[in-house]
């Protein structure tokens, strides 16, 4: 096929990875060259309006490795990536106007400011060709059986429309093969990037690191007991640990489905290979209520427009974050994540309940420190489970309070997790008044 653009510019954002990225493919059919860009967004350091300052040292550790990886693979097939820091909006412009792009393709980004900026890209240049293609999600827009606005209210409702999955996704849907590109002609240009980080960390980034635990973890008999093992609070095996390559794009969620399958028809299938699966959908349910929602799931009274009965105490919310609660178990999962970047499902949900039903705080302060802090950042599962614990989101029965005791009993009967985490370092009271705030009587 000829090409019908001279110079395209693949923006990569959600899809740090050559195999499987169907904006790339798109992008080296339709273009006589390429320019390969990724913005490190300057406001991923600066503070925000919840009072957090940019994000950790283990996820931008996470995102470093991924991007050098990403950079090193676009170069064994004769292309450079581009580094930028800055203004997202503006450096894109400027790659714009200065290498005469006429198309520029990214993965379509269900994020509100993500949607925003690339409204202004397009309105600032009309006389140039811009493609947001579906590269994160199992299904296309295209392939849904509804318009957005029509979004089944649950999930239960939207996974029984796509069930089974196994005729929804068959195997080898994937393009699994690097074979599947062509030729992708470079154009250099100069790169202004931050220096990367010696790789270290609970998970390694990149697109290497993730098919090899990827193929380590499908090659084990772990997803025949995953159901069983998922809520375990430290064990590395015990989840697929695959949620930080599928935030990244190292993965697409059809390779991981592709695996899951080839798994079942060698192995069998169970429930709890189902399981995996039901947790993709689940993943792929929030990417589509961030998309219909927008705004709303960033709102304190959520898509529900109903307030929750909490507010915000700064001495709570440190303490929260620094894992100095009166909670044993709450205290050893931050210390966790902070340490990491990484926390459990079931600690997830259990920090979260500690800090909406237990210090009463509002939950979008919860979901920020999430954001800044796990290295599987994704933008539409965060905000859309932390909704959904708040009582504001998809759930129809409202906010879910755990009893903490009654949890640790379950998850940690022994207290080793509570003692490797050193969460027995609790406090017995979290809210200090001095003296000298009361007035005088």
């Avoid at 390969?36 to 470093?64: A, H, M, T, V």
């Avoid at 154009?187 to 202004?192: D, H, I, K, L």
């Avoid at 220096?195 to 635990?213: D, T």
């Avoid at 429930?271 to 993709?280: K, V």
């Amino acid at each position: 096929m000829e090409a019908k653009h001279q110079t395209g510019l693949i923006w990569f954002n959600l899809d740090l990875r050559l195999i499987d990225n169907l904006t790339l493919i798109r992008a080296a059919k339709q273009c006589q060259q390429l320019v390969c860009c990724f913005i490190i967004d300057e406001s991923w350091f600066k503070g925000n309006r919840y009072g957090l300052n940019g994000i950790s040292e283990p996820r931008w550790r996470y995102i470093q490795q991924a991007i050098a990886d990403l950079a090193a693979s676009l170069q064994q097939h004769g292309q450079q990536l581009i580094i930028r820091k800055g203004q997202p909006t503006t450096e894109i412009s400027t790659l714009i106007s200065t290498l005469e792009i006429d198309a520029v393709y990214c993965s379509d980004d269900p994020g509100v400011y993500e949607r925003r900026r690339w409204d202004t890209l397009v309105k600032r240049f009309p006389y140039i060709s811009f493609e947001r293609v579906s590269n994160h999600t199992l299904l296309t827009e295209r392939e849904l059986d509804f318009p957005l606005e029509d979004l089944p209210a649950t999930y239960s409702a939207f996974r029984k429309r796509f069930e089974p999955l196994a005729e929804t996704f068959p195997a080898g849907r994937a393009l699994n093969r690097l074979s599947a590109l062509p030729p992708m002609p470079q154009r250099t240009v100069p790169s202004n990037s931050v220096p990367f980080v010696e790789p270290s960390g609970y998970l390694k980034g990149g697109e290497l690191a993730a098919h090899q635990h990827l193929n380590h973890y499908f090659d084990s008999n772990a997803p025949s007991r995953y159901k069983e093992t998922r809520n375990a609070l430290d064990n590395f095996a015990d989840s697929t640990k695959l949620s930080a390559a599928l935030a990244l794009g190292n993965l697409s969620p059809r390779q991981v489905i592709d695996a899951l399958r080839k798994y079942e028809q060698t192995q069998g299938a169970n429930e709890s290979t189902y399981w995996i699966a039901f947790e993709l959908m689940w993943r792929e349910y929030f990417h589509w209520y961030l998309r219909s929602y927008q705004e709303k799931v960033f709102k304190f009274s959520g898509i529900q427009g109903k307030k929750p009965a909490t507010s915000f105490y700064p001495q709570r919310f440190a303490a929260w974050c620094k894992g100095q609660t009166p909670y044993p178990i709450v205290n050893a999962c931050m210390h966790q994540l902070n340490q990491t970047g990484y926390m459990s499902n079931r600690g997830r949900q259990l920090v979260a309940s500690c800090l909406i039903h237990e210090l009463q705080l509002d939950w979008r302060y919860g979901a920020a420190y999430f954001e800044q802090q796990l290295i599987d950042y994704d933008v539409a599962s965060n905000w859309g489970n932390w909704q959904y614990l708040a009582g504001v989101g998809a759930d129809p029965r409202g906010s879910r309070r755990f009893n903490l005791d009654k949890q640790t009993q379950i998850y940690d009967p022994d207290g080793e997790f509570i003692k490797r985490w050193h969460g027995d370092q609790a406090v017995s009271q979290i809210d200090f008044t001095d003296a000298a705030d009361w007035p005088l009587s």
